[in-house]
């Protein structure tokens, strides 16, 4: 039984977690690293507390948003060995493993993650909450899956300036589906087996109301749907670059302002982000680049806003 917290830790805790959980939502390293090292300071002599590890979990979390994986990865197994299995806490942990897991190309140790997590997924008592989160989850396997074939990959020299050019000239020639076929065929051939795969070994694992409960796949088309599902796990990658509010590219897309695309700002921040994720594909850059230019600043950012797994108990379903 863990002692009891004292009005002062209370308090503290009361305001550093909201924060600390509003820092990962906008993948402010800085911040969030900041916050973790002042609740720690709450418990010198307990740093096993289920507050503490709870907070560890939001910091891996965002940690694997920067892409630092194996950082994610050690940490998680940390908290994973040091929280009580069974408990939320623990199901947390292992599917933010299941994650590293999938990123770094160890499936079989992803099924075993998964595996875990979905046949505890009742710790989360509230039905709702359940299926969100797994909702969450099918989401993300698709996403981490998508990154692993793109991570590492070096296929030419991302040059902003020829981006740019051949990205007007795409949004002049393909409609909106083409633009998702063009994305889809630089996937591996093996993509898609594997996108089904380990979603079905996840999902028929699942109760069948659970199972019942879940969204239909959105499309049926093989390369637009794998197009489709490469922007939603690029968002990852690439939200923060465009949409964080204090970015100047955000500023001036947000204003309106026509040199955000004909002076090529878009595309340097594209080229830049890709090139810090070891993802050198230009296609992949020009094609992303292109479909980002259909949209209005809000409507891009709120269409392609990633959602983290852990889900605070005040959260809104």
Not at 37 to 52: A, E, W, Y
Not at 59 to 80: I, N, R, S
Not at 171 to 180: C, G, H, I, V
Not at 303 to 310: D, R, S
Request: hydrophobic fraction near 40%.
């Amino acid at each position: 039984m863990p002692a009891k917290l004292t009005p002062h830790q209370l308090t503290m805790l009361r305001k550093l977690e909201p924060q600390l959980r509003a820092h990962v939502k906008a993948a402010d390293l800085t911040a969030v690293e900041a916050t973790i090292r002042r609740i720690q300071g709450l418990f010198i002599n307990d740093r096993d507390h289920h507050r503490v590890l709870r907070a560890k979990n939001w910091y891996y979390q965002c940690l694997l948003e920067h892409g630092k994986t194996e950082d994610a990865k050690a940490g998680l197994e940390a908290v994973q060995q040091r929280s009580k299995e069974g408990t939320r806490l623990y199901l947390e942990a292992t599917a933010l493993l299941a994650v590293c897991y999938l990123r770094l190309q160890m499936i079989d140790k992803a099924k075993d993650a998964l595996r875990v997590v979905v046949t505890r997924i009742n710790t989360i008592g509230s039905v709702v909450r359940r299926h969100q989160f797994q909702e969450r989850l099918l989401m993300r396997i698709d996403d981490e899956i998508i990154l692993s074939q793109l991570i590492g990959r070096n296929e030419g020299t991302l040059e902003p300036e020829e981006m740019q050019k051949d990205a007007i000239r795409l949004l002049q020639t393909k409609s909106p589906d083409e633009l998702y076929a063009l994305i889809g065929d630089l996937l591996p051939a093996s993509t898609g087996f594997l996108l089904g795969d380990v979603r079905d070994f996840a999902t028929l694992m699942l109760p069948p109301c659970d199972q019942k409960a879940l969204s239909a796949p959105r499309d049926t088309t093989p390369k637009e749907t794998i197009g489709k599902k490469t922007e939603a796990a690029l968002k990852r990658i690439g939200w923060r670059t465009l949409c964080a509010p204090d970015s100047s590219i955000y500023k001036m897309w947000k204003q309106r302002i026509p040199n955000v695309f004909s002076e090529g700002y878009f595309a340097v921040a594209i080229s830049t982000t890709l090139a810090q994720w070891k993802i050198g594909i230009p296609q992949l850059g020009i094609g992303i680049l292109a479909i980002a230019m259909r949209y209005g600043c809000q409507d891009f950012c709120d269409t392609f806003k990633p959602e983290g797994l852990m889900i605070p108990q005040d959260e809104k379903s």
